[in-house]
């Protein structure tokens, strides 16, 4: 593989250069607009002294400008770093800190990012490229460092390659042969990485990507004029999410023009696909694809097409189907040995997508991404996912049946209630903490915590749990903040004196 991801969207903008590229608002921007939007971002970074090799965050909203900073920041050799702007000012610096961040893209002050420079993203108006910004990129070389939920308190960031981006679409493309006439829509936050999959599949292969503002990515009826009026073909969601935006919607669909609809990050809802689905004229419905990922091994591990033996499905998981073909998978137990077909099994991934480990955690990039025999007998690297499920021969496909750890995904997110734990723990008044996934009313999964208080605190439960979630809102995510939280004497415990979740579930 000898391109990188700037050469492969340059082949593009030059072999569909008046081919509307991006969509944001009213602004349409063609495919050589774009390549000279990306020249001048790479320009200006390289004028302040980037070189590859360096790290940039990119602290923006979501939209063009998300867009030409990724790939102003690849231009001059550098990977970018997700700084969601949502995310708390302690997290925010612990990033940059960890990172050694060279600058951030941001409209922000340096003060929020512990004195990292920070550089504008020139407006599409005022973008002028500079040939300085055009050089030879390293395929092996980091294309992006993207945070994940950390067991012991902090993030950790993954390391990810150009390499292993583009093995994720050579190993996809036979299976969906996206083209130039494709709309696909950026729904994700770029901070997760299902938003590498949204922003690549267009532009490695000269389709449109319609950047879904805030305002419309939670509103059913805003999302469906969007969907209907851009002619969106490609839409990629996390179940949770979809059932949101379809429980209850009834306008028509027959004008809707999606071929795809992707799930990922969550066990989906087949009920509510086939409802959705139901509405629409047999000769319109999309392909439904379910797609199990894992950002240490680039956004998508297997691929399986929805059908009946999905809507009928009643036994134990979820089925998740095969390994793309860039990817392969063993079920290891234990001691390392490769389980029977229908027993269960640690999902192990080989292949072109594992990606590089964690940035400067070298024990934990040993003890994940270890080297062990492949399927085809060859020691090769893998990452061991923590993931555990079976093959069902009878339905050719992987059964995801859970983890076997404390890390737990909502909204697509892997989190890993550990962190929370000690984000709790660490908070004024508690003496113990603990975090469960249990349900909320509309059947979505929802973080629940239950934390012991110190003995005397002096105040009103309610005012020390005000206290409580506000230390979390200054550490944590939006997504890792749980919902309800609650007061225990003492946290339930198993005979051995393990914390007992079975309970605390109930």
């Given at each position: 593989?000898?391109?990188?991801?700037?050469?492969?969207?340059?082949?593009?903008?030059?072999?569909?250069?008046?081919?509307?590229?991006?969509?944001?608002?009213?602004?349409?921007?063609?495919?050589?607009?774009?390549?000279?939007?990306?020249?001048?971002?790479?320009?200006?970074?390289?004028?302040?002294?980037?070189?590859?090799?360096?790290?940039?965050?990119?602290?923006?909203?979501?939209?063009?400008?998300?867009?030409?900073?990724?790939?102003?920041?690849?231009?001059?050799?550098?990977?970018?770093?997700?700084?969601?702007?949502?995310?708390?000012?302690?997290?925010?610096?612990?990033?940059?800190?960890?990172?050694?961040?060279?600058?951030?893209?941001?409209?922000?002050?340096?003060?929020?990012?512990?004195?990292?420079?920070?550089?504008?993203?020139?407006?599409?108006?005022?973008?002028?490229?500079?040939?300085?910004?055009?050089?030879?990129?390293?395929?092996?070389?980091?294309?992006?460092?993207?945070?994940?939920?950390?067991?012991?308190?902090?993030?950790?960031?993954?390391?990810?390659?150009?390499?292993?981006?583009?093995?994720?679409?050579?190993?996809?493309?036979?299976?969906?042969?996206?083209?130039?006439?494709?709309?696909?829509?950026?729904?994700?936050?770029?901070?997760?990485?299902?938003?590498?999959?949204?922003?690549?599949?267009?532009?490695?292969?000269?389709?449109?990507?319609?950047?879904?503002?805030?305002?419309?990515?939670?509103?059913?009826?805003?999302?469906?004029?969007?969907?209907?009026?851009?002619?969106?073909?490609?839409?990629?969601?996390?179940?949770?999410?979809?059932?949101?935006?379809?429980?209850?919607?009834?306008?028509?669909?027959?004008?809707?023009?999606?071929?795809?609809?992707?799930?990922?990050?969550?066990?989906?809802?087949?009920?509510?696909?086939?409802?959705?689905?139901?509405?629409?004229?047999?000769?319109?419905?999309?392909?439904?694809?379910?797609?199990?990922?894992?950002?240490?091994?680039?956004?998508?591990?297997?691929?399986?097409?929805?059908?009946?033996?999905?809507?009928?499905?009643?036994?134990?998981?979820?089925?998740?189907?095969?390994?793309?073909?860039?990817?392969?998978?063993?079920?290891?137990?234990?001691?390392?040995?490769?389980?029977?077909?229908?027993?269960?099994?640690?999902?192990?991934?080989?292949?072109?997508?594992?990606?590089?480990?964690?940035?400067?955690?070298?024990?934990?990039?040993?003890?994940?991404?270890?080297?062990?025999?492949?399927?085809?007998?060859?020691?090769?690297?893998?990452?061991?996912?923590?993931?555990?499920?079976?093959?069902?021969?009878?339905?050719?496909?992987?059964?995801?049946?859970?983890?076997?750890?404390?890390?737990?995904?909502?909204?697509?997110?892997?989190?890993?209630?550990?962190?929370?734990?000690?984000?709790?723990?660490?908070?004024?008044?508690?003496?113990?903490?603990?975090?469960?996934?249990?349900?909320?009313?509309d059947g979505d999964p929802i973080l629940?915590?239950?934390?012991?208080?110190?003995?005397?605190?002096?105040e009103s439960a309610a005012a020390l749990?005000?206290?409580?979630?506000?230390?979390?809102?200054?550490?944590?995510?939006?997504?890792?903040?749980?919902?309800?939280?609650?007061?225990?004497?003492?946290?339930?415990?198993?005979?051995?004196?393990?914390?007992?979740?079975?309970?605390?579930?109930?």
């Amino acid at each position: 593989m000898s391109r990188d991801l700037v050469t492969a969207f340059r082949a593009t903008a030059e072999r569909v250069p008046d081919t509307v590229a991006l969509v944001d608002g009213d602004d349409r921007i063609c495919y050589r607009a774009l390549a000279r939007w990306v020249d001048a971002v790479a320009g200006g970074l390289t004028g302040i002294g980037i070189d590859p090799g360096d790290r940039v965050g990119i602290c923006l909203p979501r939209g063009a400008s998300v867009v030409a900073g990724v790939l102003g920041v690849l231009a001059c050799g550098a990977a970018y770093v997700p700084l969601d702007p949502s995310y708390p000012a302690e997290r925010l610096q612990f990033m940059a800190a960890d990172a050694g961040l060279a600058a951030v893209l941001t409209d922000e002050g340096a003060d929020r990012f512990c004195g990292v420079p920070t550089v504008p993203v020139p407006t599409r108006d005022d973008a002028t490229p500079s040939p300085a910004a055009v050089m030879p990129v390293d395929v092996t070389a980091a294309a992006y460092v993207i945070y994940t939920s950390g067991s012991t308190g902090a993030p950790k960031g993954v390391v990810v390659s150009h390499a292993n981006v583009l093995s994720l679409f050579d190993g996809a493309q036979p299976l969906f042969e996206f083209g130039p006439d494709e709309v696909w829509t950026l729904f994700h936050s770029y901070s997760f990485d299902f938003s590498v999959w949204e922003i690549w599949g267009p532009l490695l292969y000269g389709g449109t990507l319609v950047c879904v503002p805030d305002a419309v990515a939670f509103d059913r009826a805003a999302l469906h004029r969007m969907l209907l009026d851009e002619g969106v073909t490609v839409l990629n969601m996390v179940p949770s999410v979809f059932r949101h935006l379809v429980a209850g919607h009834d306008e028509p669909l027959d004008g809707i023009a999606l071929r795809h609809v992707v799930f990922g990050g969550e066990p989906v809802d087949t009920a509510a696909v086939r409802r959705w689905l139901d509405r629409m004229p047999a000769e319109r419905r999309p392909r439904v694809v379910n797609m199990y990922g894992i950002t240490e091994t680039t956004v998508h591990v297997t691929y399986r097409l929805l059908g009946e033996e999905d809507f009928a499905w009643r036994g134990p998981g979820t089925l998740i189907g095969v390994p793309l073909p860039h990817l392969a998978v063993r079920l290891l137990d234990g001691d390392g040995a490769a389980v029977p077909d229908g027993e269960p099994g640690e999902m192990v991934v080989f292949g072109e997508g594992v990606a590089r480990g964690y940035l400067g955690r070298e024990e934990l990039t040993a003890q994940r991404f270890p080297a062990l025999p492949g399927p085809d007998g060859g020691v090769g690297a893998c990452f061991r996912s923590g993931d555990i499920a079976m093959w069902s021969a009878q339905h050719d496909s992987l059964v995801y049946l859970g983890r076997r750890d404390d890390q737990v995904k909502v909204r697509g997110f892997r989190i890993e209630l550990g962190e929370i734990e000690e984000s709790l723990r660490r908070a004024t008044h508690v003496r113990d903490a603990a975090v469960c996934v249990q349900q909320s009313a509309d059947g979505d999964p929802i973080l629940a915590a239950f934390v012991v208080l110190h003995d005397g605190a002096g105040e009103s439960a309610a005012a020390l749990l005000r206290s409580v979630r506000a230390d979390l809102r200054r550490t944590l995510p939006r997504h890792m903040v749980p919902g309800p939280v609650r007061v225990l004497d003492e946290l339930p415990r198993t005979s051995s004196g393990k914390l007992d979740r079975r309970a605390l579930r109930a």
